[in-house]
């Protein structure tokens, strides 16, 4: 889940599940932005493996819960692309 995002430093901070510590990675312009919406009544395999709609940096919102794939370099996590998981359509809380 998203906990905060800075666009001026292109970098933002996550806490993945069972943890309590956040990780910060940064993206570049080489890096992917997409979206995905939950679809209700999908089989797991076609969810899975949806790489969702083309959006930008400006999705990533704290709350939001996200894939990422990144790669570490010269001691950074750099991401290669990102997937925000949007929210449901009649859903109050962030991430779904």
């Known amino acids: 889940v998203v906990q905060a995002v800075d666009y001026t430093a ?6 993945r599940d069972k ?3 956040a990780t910060a990675f940064i993206w570049n312009d080489g890096t992917s932005f ?6 209700p009544g999908t089989h797991w395999i076609s969810r899975l493996f949806s ?7 400006a999705s990533l ?4 819960g996200v894939s990422v794939y990144y790669r570490k370099e010269y001691g950074r996590l750099v991401t290669h692309w990102v997937t925000v998981l949007m929210p449901a359509p009649n859903s109050s ?4």
Do not use: D, M, Y
């Open 34 to 39: 997409r979206q995905k919406s939950p679809q």
């Open 19 to 21: 943890e309590t510590n």
């Open 10 to 15: 292109k970098s933002f901070t996550i806490i």
């Open 61 to 64: 919102q704290p709350g939001r």
């Open 93 to 96: 809380k962030p991430g779904g």
């Open 51 to 57: 790489l969702g709609e083309k959006t930008t940096a």
